[in-house]
């Protein structure tokens, strides 16, 4: 059982997404901001009952192109990170 968890970790850990960089863009109520300077940004996993598993979560704070200070929370504001390549 010890064993299960640990695998279970391993491949969450596993799926973690990259960190957030200049030049990605975060898209949430409407509004696509590009990012061009990061003050803070964490990923943390969240659970509930319909993901036992967990699932990545992003907190950001950050400047965007057009100079206007950030804070998104991806568990309050929804949206997601769109990755530059």
Not at 71 to 77: E, G, L, M, S
Request: aromatic share 16%.
């Amino acid at each position: 059982m010890a064993e299960d968890r640990r695998t279970r970790r391993r491949a969450i850990e596993a799926a973690r997404p990259r960190r957030v960089k200049a030049g990605d863009k975060i898209k949430a109520m409407g509004t696509v901001a590009t990012i061009e300077s990061i003050f803070y940004q964490d990923c943390y996993l969240e659970y509930d009952d319909k993901n036992p598993d967990g699932y990545w979560l992003w907190d950001i704070e950050f400047m965007d192109t057009n100079q206007h200070y950030r804070h998104w929370k991806q568990f309050f504001d929804k949206g997601e990170v769109i990755y530059n390549a």
